[in-house]
């Protein structure tokens, strides 16, 4: 599958517009998404509301289910956020793709690298900030490297390093490999005749929502060790 990405360059850093584009145009879903569903509150939810307060719920028992302590409500937020933001980033690709010739400019904003490694790369400093904030910097150093025993520093010091890149990999891999196989199909489907585009056509609906499944499993996924990771950072070490 033959791709290219536009580069401009802003003030000498260069920009890649696939990137810009797809993670702007899902904040904006997300954001006009969430405005919509949190018009018109009612003390008896129908609607729209339901589905609001269901998310928030969700997300809520992610967090509660890693730090059931009050310090994880803190959280709840965070979670809410990067799971929505996740989730319809995952799907959009699915929905539509923009492409120009041989440049896409729209697709999953989870299924390019650089953004699904600085979803992960930012998750994981934000949980160095505040085993920072709570225990003080030699705090830190030593809840996070040195504990339980010291011997296991070189351990723990490459563990900082794998976790950012798992983490962006999984998720970057499983919609990029999603999306791959839904244009290979598509294809397949318009390159042949019609007794190829049934069972092409079929095949493409069944992986769809296939590909629906995965990329709300991975939207969980993401979640759960953003805050497994940061509960870590945050709880003393025995």
Known sequence: MSEESRIVTLLGIPFNLTNVISGAVVALVVFLLLFWFSRNLQMKPTGKQNMLEWLID?????????????????????????FVFIFVANQAGLMFQVKVGDVVYFKSATAVPMTALTLAFMVNLLAHYMGV?????MGYLKNTFTSPFPALLPINLLEQFT???????????????????????????????????IPSAILELLWQGFSVFIGSIQAFVFTILTMVYISQKVEKED
């Open 163 to 197: 976790n950012i890149i798992t983490l962006g990999l999984r998720l970057y891999g499983n919609i990029f490999a999603g999306e791959v196989l839904l244009t290979l199909v598509g294809k397949l489907a318009l390159s042949h005749g019609i007794l190829v585009f």
């Open 133 to 137: 904030k709570k225990f003080g910097f």
């Open 58 to 82: 969700f997300t809520n028992g992610i967090v509660k289910s890693i730090m059931p302590n009050a310090e994880g409500r803190s959280y709840n937020l965070l979670a809410f956020t990067l």
